[in-house]
């Protein structure tokens, strides 16, 4: 169950209040060379305080900053495959897991039982955008997940092209709270398994555990911590660059 702290203290200020103020003042000062006129009201609405969003005031979707969702895709085409496609319970398959983002507006399911590959990443471009020492990425085909909403309450953002119109490879958050849910590629997902559901007790986190437990570490040399998990570590790209031991020398021999 989501923690919903309480409502802003500080009410927004609406525009039937402040119409009121304005006849009533004409009433008493029309005489007044200080009456309210119409360049006061625009004044008011220039410089108006508007109280910040809280989490009860979730919008049910969509962005709320000047974010939308547009680009240079057919929004026809991509709106309408995988994993942005809404699609009922008979077309998406058997539910293995569901994941949420922090505030709970993007919500979505995974048909398959484990990813395809499960890896930490290490490359500079990973730690700044999680502001964390590395990335923890699961891969999975993008007809495995499925948003309840679709592409509505998603924010997108292309770290090639520094935009935020919708293109592909791009990055996937929720609009609101900006929890990141993924990194859609061309052909697969890499979906951040910090945010799929485990439940509360023991057997079910230690099957999540072990679900998404990783198989190798990538882009090791650039690692800002050292981690002993006896995993095997890639300098770069796994498969394709040379393997590193825990401390990031080079394995003699192997590569």
Sequence with gaps: MLFRPP?????AIRRPFVTSIIRAGQQRYRSSPFSITSHSVSNYRKFSYIAPRMADDVPTGG?????PISGTTDEASWKHRPPYKIQTDEEFGPVKWTGRCQCGQVEYKINREKPLKSKYCHCRGCQVLHGAPFQ???????????????????????STEKSREYMNPTKVSCSFCRTPIMDEGRNVCLLFPASIDYGETHEERQKWINAFEVECHIFYSRRAVEIPDGKPKWSELDDSSELLDDSGNPKKGKS
Excluded at 63 to 67: E, G, Q, R, S
Excluded at 136 to 158: E, P, Q, V
């Design 63 to 67: 962005d709320p900053f000047p974010n």
């Design 7 to 11: 409502t802003a203290c500080v009410p």
């Design 136 to 158: 923890w990425a699961t891969i999975f085909h993008k007809s495995d997940i499925t948003f309840t909403k679709g592409a509505d309450g998603l924010a997108f953002y292309s």
